[in-house]
Nanobody, 118 residues
Framework: QVQLVQSGGGLAQAGGSLNVSCAQS????????VGWFRQTPGTEREFVGFRRIGGSTVYADSAKGRFTISRDNAEDTVYLQLNLLKIEDTAVYYCAGMRYGSGSYDYWGQGTQVTVSS
């Protein structure tokens, strides 16, 4: 089992920055990739981006050039840096872990609110 505990997020003005952390514990060697998603009330969960264990990343078009996924290996923590925030980035952000060979996300963080004001 792997546990994902999120922290960070909060409130920022449009054009500002926030950071969301996803601390992993348990059998973290099982994890092939960590993804980030976001969701607003009444909508489907939206893909933001993911980072493979080797370091390569993929981002949704809405995130390219503004959001960055990174990892601190010593802390077993993955970060989502949100820059140039827009009001439409307001959502609950979730991290998720995919096991090797899984093809889907097996573990989820508890969610973190990000609110962007004008």
């Amino acid at each position: 089992q792997v546990q994902l505990v999120q922290s960070g997020g909060g409130l920022a003005q449009a054009g500002g920055s926030l950071n969301v952390s996803c601390a992993q514990s348990g059998r973290t060697s099982e994890i092939y990739a960590v993804g980030w998603f976001r969701q607003t009330p009444g909508t489907e969960r939206e893909f933001v981006g993911f980072r493979r264990i080797g370091g390569s990343t993929v981002y949704a078009d809405s995130a390219k050039g503004r959001f960055t996924i990174s990892r601190d290996n010593a802390e077993d923590t993955v970060y989502l840096q949100l820059n140039l925030l827009k009001i439409e980035d307001t959502a609950v952000y979730y991290c998720a872990g995919m096991r090797y060979g899984s093809g889907s996300y097996d573990y989820w963080g508890q969610g973190t609110q990000v609110t962007v004001s004008s």
